[in-house]
């Protein structure tokens, strides 16, 4: 599975926009990038999942550029409770294989 | 909720000892996953279950084993424990659709072990 590199931490305020971008440059041309979210003690949450261009749901947008070797996760207007780690994923489907998971962004948002 | 629910939520034993790790699957999901997460390795994958057949191994030890049962849930035996294997283990379920972009791993909410 492609390897990803991500910051290992970001700082933000509420109501701001968190950008968290991931390096995947050895991703596959069946490769698909995903991002969970896991607070501590808890299991990991799906976010997203995307292929190429943009995906976009109630929680997060994914920007993938078009030679996909990087991926950026957007949490818009961000609060307390997204304080979280968040860890982007690259791989050939979501069950088609299992999850490797890196080290992740942890991410503290401040009042 | 993700559905998937694991069973204990919490477990002390001593070393050397044998425990099992339960593991219900979201319904309709034919997948089961186990995870270890420890504060010095990360979450790791251990092994992956499909509708009762083993397909996928991981980093798992000799010393663990598991098994998916006809109904689905799944259980992770843990045996000659050690200090080291103190962690939280979470299991996780899908149900591939055919279309990778709709397949999600949704996991439970760990089960905490800490050998003493």
């Known amino acids: 599975l492609a390897k990803t590199t991500q910051p290992i931490s970001m700082d933000s305020y509420e109501g701001q926009e968190v950008n968290i971008t991931c390096s995947h440059n050895?991703?596959?041309?069946?490769?698909?990038i995903t991002w969970y979210q896991q607070f501590p003690s808890q299991g990991p949450r799906f976010i997203i999942q995307g292929y190429k261009t943009k995906v976009t749901n109630e929680v997060a947008s994914l920007f993938i550029p078009a030679d996909r070797k990087s991926s950026t996760l957007s949490l818009p207007r961000v609060s307390l409770s997204d304080t979280a780690v968040y860890y982007c994923?690259?791989?050939?489907?979501?069950?088609?294989?299992?999850?490797?998971f890196g080290k992740g962004t942890k991410l503290s948002v401040k009042p | 909720d993700s559905g998937v629910t694991q069973t204990p939520k919490h477990l002390i034993t001593a070393t050397g000892q044998r425990v099992t790790l339960r593991c219900s699957p979201r319904s309709g999901d034919l997948s089961v996953y186990w995870y270890q997460q420890s504060l010095d390795q990360g979450l790791q994958f251990l092994i992956q279950y499909y509708n009762g057949e083993e397909r996928a191994k991981g980093n798992i030890l000799e010393r663990f084993s598991a098994q998916q049962f006809p109904d689905l849930h799944s259980e992770l035996n843990l045996s000659s424990l050690e200090l080291g294997d103190s962690a939280l283990y979470f299991c996780a379920s899908s149900t591939p659709e055919g279309d990778p972009s709709t397949d999600t791993q949704y996991f439970g909410p760990g089960t905490r072990l800490t050998v003493l």
């Open positions: 994923l690259v791989g050939p489907g979501g069950s088609q294989g299992n999850l490797i």
């Open positions: 050895n991703i596959a041309t069946n490769d698909y």
